[in-house]
């Protein structure tokens, strides 16, 4: 075997030449346009119905922590509702709200303060009673009597609440120091009722019926002073 770099002779076998160590044998390559097989990968591929378990999987584990999260929301969501709707009542108890609307109405007559403690389909009518209670209390000044507001005295003697309504009567009692005759006490009865789940305000529409009958009965048990002329 002829060396194709120097021209020594080698013999039949040889992989390098003795002389100048140039390679006799050429390195197996492989044919033009064969490449070797590529190792498959290591991850292997999901098939499409493969993809959508995974899938269905992953939402199936999430699913129900987001239902926990939710339902815990809405509770404290509901706790504090609950907690604010026993807040507003405490600060707004039917007796409050009956001596808030008496005062109003006789001792410090004040149209906007009644209109804020009536069911609000009922505040137009307000007006007429405030009004009223403040001629009154005018043609006692103009006929000597004083500030009769001053003389009148509120007190709950009663209260009766079952779910959404009740009645508070109130005691109204008129004292003239200068003329003892005149006093006179009056229970007044006030029919309140639940407006917007919370509030309690007054039914004036039921209150003006019942302080009707209250006055009725009141009169009727009073002593008739004796009339001239009749024996």
């Not at 290591?42 to 939402?59: C, I």
């Not at 906007?112 to 069911?119: H, R, T, Y």
Request: aromatic share 6%; glycine share 8%.
């Amino acid at each position: 075997m002829t060396c194709p770099v120097c021209g020594a002779e080698n013999a039949e076998g040889r992989v390098a030449c003795w002389k100048c160590y140039a390679p006799l044998q050429p390195s197996a390559q492989a044919p033009p346009g064969e490449r070797p097989t590529e190792a498959p990968s290591a991850v292997p591929t999901l098939a499409p119905r493969a993809r959508v378990a995974a899938r269905s999987a992953v939402s199936g584990r999430t699913g129900p922590s987001a239902s926990i999260v939710l339902i815990v929301v809405v509770a404290l969501v509901a706790v504090t509702v609950v907690a604010g709707g026993v807040v507003l009542a405490r600060a707004n108890p039917p007796d409050k709200v009956a001596l808030d609307f008496l005062t109003s109405c006789f001792v410090k007559p004040s149209t906007e303060v009644a209109k804020g403690l009536v069911v609000s389909s009922q505040r137009e009518k307000v007006e007429g009673l405030v009004k009223g209670t403040e001629t009154a209390m005018k043609l006692a000044r103009q006929m000597g009597a004083g500030d009769v507001s001053r003389s009148l005295q509120l007190s709950v003697k009663s209260s009766q609440v079952s779910g959404g309504q009740g009645t508070v009567t109130v005691s109204l009692k008129f004292s003239d120091p200068r003329n003892p005759a005149f006093s006179f006490s009056l229970d007044l009865p006030v029919v309140v009722v639940r407006e917007r789940l919370f509030w309690w305000k007054v039914d004036l529409d039921q209150t003006s019926k019942a302080w009707l009958q209250s006055v009725t009965r009141t009169f009727q048990g009073l002593p008739m002073p004796p009339v001239g002329g009749r024996r």
